[in-house]
């Protein structure tokens, strides 16, 4: 983790200017990326993956996350990619434990990148705006 570069307007730097506390927590741990999952490597940088994982983990414990992020995984040949997941129907990804919303979802994301609705590189360029 690392703190603001000199002059950037970040949302940590925004805060920091109007709260003591929060100014002297990312002065104390910096400003950790809020998108990052401890996820030990799992996605491999994959923001396809990455999302998965988050779809995945929603409302659920990371311990327990990780074990379905892993099964699918399995499932999929390695780290799951649009490809691999669409050939999971609901009911196999089902199988792996996910909740039947989770299974939609995942397939879902993963249509949606296949047929170029959703660009994921555009994503990683994206801002918060």
Same mark, same amino acid.
């Given at each position: 983790?690392?703190? $603001?570069?000199?002059?950037?307007?970040?949302?940590?730097?925004?805060?920091?200017?109007?709260? $003591?506390?929060?100014?002297?927590?990312?002065?104390?741990?910096?400003?950790?990326?809020?998108?990052?999952?401890?996820?030990?490597?799992?996605?491999?940088?994959?923001?396809?993956?990455?999302?998965?994982?988050?779809?995945?983990?929603?409302?659920?414990?990371?311990?327990?996350?990780?074990?379905?992020?892993?099964?699918?995984?399995?499932?999929?040949?390695?780290?799951?990619? $649009?490809?691999?997941?669409?050939?999971?129907?609901?009911?196999?990804?089902?199988?792996?434990?996910?909740?039947?919303?989770?299974?939609?979802?995942?397939?879902?994301?993963?249509?949606?990148?296949?047929?170029?609705?959703?660009?994921?590189?555009?994503?990683?360029?994206?801002?918060?705006?």
């Amino acid at each position: 983790m690392t703190g $603001p570069a000199p002059g950037a307007s970040t949302p940590y730097v925004v805060l920091a200017e109007a709260d $003591p506390v929060m100014a002297r927590l990312t002065g104390q741990y910096g400003t950790p990326d809020p998108f990052a999952f401890p996820d030990g490597g799992r996605s491999d940088g994959s923001n396809f993956a990455g999302m998965a994982l988050h779809i995945i983990s929603q409302q659920i414990s990371t311990a327990v996350a990780l074990v379905l992020y892993d099964r699918l995984a399995a499932a999929t040949g390695g780290s799951p990619t $649009p490809e691999s997941v669409l050939r999971l129907d609901v009911e196999q990804l089902r199988a792996l434990g996910t909740s039947h919303s989770k299974a939609i979802y995942l397939r879902a994301l993963a249509e949606s990148v296949q047929s170029g609705a959703l660009e994921m590189r555009w994503l990683a360029s994206s801002t918060s705006q």
